[in-house]
């Protein structure tokens, strides 16, 4: 007799799919039509039903959407928008690719969220936009973000790459009550998948034909003003687009994904109720907290350790955690501490309570395949190994 070490090891998110799934892409790959097919406006009428928004549009990735609604929004060089410094860079970059001039409001340090406080501080008559960023699937306070922007005649985009499947004050983030366009991602570790993807969705009819055009080149097919003159084959392009497309596969994927967002949703807040009720009682461990007017569908679950504080290595600690099969990651670098917007002035130091929040955070597994046990286990094997770090 042996013992053998099982090794069990665990990221920090991962996609769950289904026979279902699988099923309904193998349906499109049988069909005539793979890229540009039945199923794109399938799923834009099902995500338009989901959250509520008259109008949807579905791309390659959610930094496409976040690229497109820069443009049809009509930033541009000399105008200022705002975002979160603790995001994925790309909620920051999509200014820089129409020449927008970067801001950032700091966060506040319960939510993660973006701080409405702070947003008033680095108003501009430059200011354009907002880019409010749903952090870990808890909405940020938009009726407060909205009336701001509102009063100033400001447009908002949100980044709810976290946050598809989430409610704020009732409503499903998407209903754009708020704000002028909400973008999502389904990349893998998202709430939902299709591979790669993202969705805008809008209530304005005006946005929503610029970014149809923009997704897709810029091009006009199908207009008989145009093909009675010229002929059925004739297309016009009055503004370079982009190839920003989904494929009819993707769509399949993502209409089956989210017949399953709210099952993904109970899965994951009970998940993340299950580590707080296991390691809350552990002084050394906190996390963020959910406001009366969120019911999210959590993306990460963050656990908060002052290691400053507590005299640990958080390095030794993150890499000691991935010999035990813990292979996490940590939510986020501030964006303003990248080369690129350090090299635009800004500096260490700059938005001291996303630095904090960087300093303390490290995210735990959360996807809906993990079981009770599972999410025992890694809670167990988290605490031991602070134990000797
Ligand atoms: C993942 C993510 C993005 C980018 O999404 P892609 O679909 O990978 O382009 C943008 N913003 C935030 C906050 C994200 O988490």
């Not at 370079?240 to 989904?246: C, E, H, L």
């Not at 005299?311 to 940590?330: R, S, T």
């Amino acid at each position: 007799m042996y013992q053998k070490m099982i090794h069990r090891i665990f990221g920090y998110g991962k996609q769950s799919i289904s026979l279902d799934d699988i099923e309904s892409i193998a349906k499109v790959l049988n069909s005539d039509l793979i890229s540009q097919g039945p199923k794109i406006n399938e799923f834009e009428t099902a995500i338009c039903e989901y959250t509520g928004a008259k109008y949807c549009i579905v791309v390659a990735n959610a930094t496409a959407a976040l690229h497109l609604s820069m443009i049809a929004l009509d930033v541009k060089s000399g105008d200022e928008v705002i975002t979160t410094p603790l995001t994925f860079m790309a909620s920051a970059n999509c200014i820089s690719y129409v020449g927008g001039t970067v801001k950032f409001a700091d966060i506040e340090p319960e939510t993660a969220n973006i701080d409405v406080k702070e947003i008033k501080n680095r108003l501009t008559t430059k200011t354009k936009a907002l880019i409010p960023v749903h952090f870990a699937g808890q909405s940020c306070d938009m009726s407060a973000i909205g009336s701001l922007a509102k009063a100033r005649g400001i447009s908002v985009v949100e980044d709810a790459s976290h946050a598809i499947g989430s409610d704020y004050n009732g409503a499903k983030v998407g209903s754009c009550a708020h704000s002028d366009a909400t973008v999502f991602s389904f990349h893998p570790v998202k709430n939902m998948t299709t591979g790669e993807g993202g969705a805008i969705t809008t209530n304005s009819k005006e946005l929503y034909e610029k970014l149809l055009l923009l997704r897709s080149h810029g091009m006009v097919k199908n207009d008989p003003q145009l093909t009675d003159v010229h002929g059925k084959w004739f297309y016009e392009m009055h503004r370079p687009g982009f190839n920003y497309r989904m494929t009819d596969l993707q769509a399949a994927l993502g209409l089956s994904q989210l017949k399953r967002i709210d099952k993904f949703k109970e899965k994951r807040r009970g998940i993340v109720s299950l580590y707080k009720k296991i390691l809350a009682e552990d002084s050394r461990i906190s996390f963020l907290v959910e406001k009366n007017y969120s019911n999210a569908c959590f993306h990460l679950c963050p656990a908060l350790i002052d290691f400053e504080n507590l005299k640990i290595d958080k390095k030794k600690f993150f890499n000691d955690l991935w010999e035990a099969g813990l292979h996490l990651q940590v939510h986020y670098i501030p964006v303003h501490w990248f080369a690129y917007y350090r090299n635009l002035g800004f500096c260490k130091g700059d938005f001291p309570n996303a630095e904090k929040y960087y300093e303390k955070t490290i995210s735990l597994p959360l996807y809906p395949d993990l079981s009770d046990s599972d999410v025992e286990y890694i809670a167990e094997t988290f605490v031991k190994v602070l134990d000797n770090a």
